[in-house]
């Protein structure tokens, strides 16, 4: 067998041993590939930067520990830019796995940077999905006396941060951060009525049904993925794992670009020589 159709016949023990290189040496070491940020993720930011400090964020959380590795990084970066920000928000978790996670997540960056439950961020309790629709239509006119108390038991009217917020009206910003299709409801029941700024976190694979309504203005911005959220550290000025996640999605993607090609190489010139 030459070398040509040696390409054609790698063995495919040694294309795993490959891909598992490809994918370690970014998520263990530092390397600097560049990051380009595309405009819907700086409509992420640019709409969290504008919201006014008299009223809150909403970020919606419908994903569990399968999308974590995506939705995780989303849902970090934007919860980071709102405490950079002195800014506040309300978790709506409608995965208990994501409430989770979330949850554990705005504790450890609230330490960071110092921020306080209750003052800075507050937790509306989990919410079946099966509820969404009578939720979307009572919140937004009364939230006190949709939720009643947060996560923990406390009424709403004794959270500090709770004491001036009632309707939609004192939400500066909704975040549906989800490995679902639910935003057509969102959009339908909130950005219909309200017209409340909204933003979209889906997953990669989903991210597709998003680009209508962000052409429509029906969200200002979106981060697709592991890749979006690497485009959000960027401009957070803050790299974390998104960034080093997708340096290992793009090493990945380029050595089965290349095994595709050596592939194809070998079947061409073994052809070449046959006809020959």
């Known amino acids: 067998m030459n070398v040509f159709e040696r390409l054609q016949y790698i063995d495919r023990r ?3 041993a490959l891909l598992v290189v490809a994918i370690a040496v970014p998520l263990i070491w530092r390397i600097n590939l560049p990051v380009v940020v595309t405009p819907a993720v700086k409509g992420v930011y640019d709409t969290f930067d504008k919201m006014p ?11 569990g520990a399968g999308t974590v590795a995506e939705t995780g990084p989303e849902t970090s970066a934007m919860m980071r830019q709102l405490f950079m920000q002195n800014k506040k928000f309300a978790l709506l978790p409608f995965d208990p796995q994501g409430s989770k ?3 554990d997540e705005a504790k450890a960056l609230a330490k960071k940077y110092g921020k306080k439950y209750g003052v800075d ?9 099966s509820n969404l629709v009578p939720l979307l239509q009572s919140f937004p006119r ?6 009643k108390t947060d996560a923990y038991g406390t009424p709403m009217n004794k959270i500090p941060m709770m004491r001036n917020v009632n309707t939609i009206n004192d939400i500066g910003v909704i975040a549906d951060i989800t490995s679902s299709g639910e935003l057509d409801t969102w959009i339908a029941y909130i950005y219909g009525s309200y017209r409340t700024p909204m933003v979209y976190g889906p997953t990669a694979i989903i991210a597709p049904e998003g680009f209508n309504s962000l052409d ?17 550290e960027k401009l957070l ?3 974390g794992f ?12 380029l050595l089965i670009v290349v095994l595709i090609i050596a592939g194809n190489i070998g079947y061409v010139s073994s052809r070449r020589r046959r006809e020959r």
């Open 216 to 232: 429509a203005g029906q969200i200002k911005g979106m981060l697709m993925g592991m890749k979006g959220a690497a485009e959000y």
């Open 121 to 129: 961020w507050v937790h509306w309790g989990y919410q079946p999905i």
């Open 242 to 253: 998104a960034t080093r996640a997708a340096g290992a999605l793009s090493t990945s993607h």
């Open 53 to 63: 400090n008299d009223k809150i964020a909403l970020i919606v959380v419908y994903w």
């Open 237 to 239: 000025n803050a790299e």
């Open 14 to 16: 040694i294309m795993y």
């Open 142 to 147: 009364d939230i006190k006396g949709t939720f």
């Open 101 to 103: 996670l979330a949850t």
